[in-house]
């Protein structure tokens, strides 16, 4: 694995998330990427180095590979709690600052995260586990054997229900949801 640039305001930010975590986990691009909200390859040209042919046939360190922009680095400075100035400005040689411009610490990642944290793992991981259930139904049927991988499904939700409970304001709202879409004639 490449060791993460810390010559660009991403990859500094990178770098220190992981500070933050050590000896626990580890950031990696993809699990950065997912943090805010970006593809693994957008990261991984946040964080390369464009060179520029220089006088004498020199390189020189041109900047990023892509440029950062206003909306992304809105999403990070909101996902992190880095300061959105901090991630726009050229200086690279500036300390990580938070959004208040004090130095950027591990309670202010735990703070934005938390704040940030729920709607985005419904958003993320529902998704993801919601697909794999389309997968395993679609496979399923073509073999004949729904209602075994309904009923096994179904089992699995109501001991996942059992251990852990569930959202009844969610549940309700969904259930809104469904019923004003059959009754204008939509399908949800």
Do not use: H, K, Q
């Given at each position: 694995m490449k060791p993460i640039s810390k010559k660009h305001k991403v990859g500094q930010l990178h770098a220190r998330l992981n500070d933050f975590v050590k000896p626990r986990a580890y950031y990696d691009q993809k699990d950065f990427a997912e943090l805010i909200g970006c593809s693994r390859d957008t990261v991984v040209s946040l964080e390369a180095t464009k060179w520029v042919r220089a006088a004498k046939g020199r390189k020189r360190d041109g900047g990023?590979?892509?440029?950062?922009?206003?909306?992304?680095?809105?999403?990070?400075?909101?996902?992190?709690?880095?300061?959105?100035?901090?991630?726009?400005?050229?200086?690279?040689?500036?300390?990580?600052?938070?959004?208040?411009?004090?130095?950027?610490?591990k309670e202010d990642f735990k703070r934005a995260t938390k704040h940030f944290g729920k709607r985005k793992f419904l958003r993320n991981y529902v998704g993801r586990v919601h697909a794999q259930i389309e997968e395993i139904m679609s496979s399923a049927i073509e073999k004949g054997l729904a209602a075994e991988a309904v009923m096994k499904i179904e089992r699995f939700l109501a001991q996942g229900r059992r251990e852990f409970g569930w959202d009844f304001e969610l549940r309700e709202r969904r259930m809104l949801e469904q019923a004003s879409g059959l009754a204008t004639g939509r399908r949800s």
């Open positions: 990023p590979r892509l440029r950062l922009s206003p909306s992304l680095a809105y999403r990070i400075a909101r996902a992190t709690g880095v300061s959105l100035p901090w991630l726009l400005d050229n200086d690279r040689d500036a300390p990580i600052v938070n959004y208040a411009g004090r130095p950027y610490t």
